[in-house]
């Protein structure tokens, strides 16, 4: 059974850093493009970041491009997302998806539907 167990999160203040991880098991992901995206109470669920299996390639959504970093560890079958400079709206629950197979484009990575596994969340509230 294939989990994505995401942890990390809290509540910060503007201007704070937050280490989101995501934790996979149930299958070998070092094939796999895996990423982040959020969603905020009554709002879209929205791309944050992706990258591909070897760490080669990374994606990020422009509202987070400069703040957040995306990383992983696949001896650990670990993703993780590095988030400073925080601010009150990037308040939303983040969610951890994996891929099945790789990803060549910025718009297949933005794309929710091309991910085939989601973690539950966790919540990341930054206050001003």
């Known amino acids: 059974q294939v989990q994505l167990v995401e942890s990390g999160g809290g509540l910060v203040q503007a201007g704070d850093s937050l280490r989101l991880s995501c934790a996979a098991t149930?299958?070998?992901?070092?094939?796999?493009?895996m990423g982040w995206f959020r969603q905020a109470p009554g709002k879209e669920r929205e791309f944050v970041a992706a990258?591909?299996?070897?760490?080669?390639?990374?994606w990020y959504a422009g509202s987070v491009k400069g703040r957040f970093t995306i990383s992983r560890d696949n001896a650990k079958n670990t993703v993780h997302l590095q988030m400073n400079s925080l601010k009150p709206e990037d308040t939303a629950v983040y969610y951890c998806?994996?891929?099945?197979?790789?990803?060549?484009?910025?718009?297949?990575?933005?794309?929710?539907?091309?991910?085939?596994?989601w973690g539950q969340g966790t919540q990341v509230t930054v206050s001003s």
């Open positions: 998806v994996d891929k099945v197979g790789a990803l060549y484009r910025e718009t297949a990575a933005a794309n929710p539907n091309s991910y085939s596994y």
């Open positions: 149930g299958r070998t992901f070092t094939n796999d493009a």
């Open positions: 990258i591909g299996w070897s760490g080669g390639s990374t």
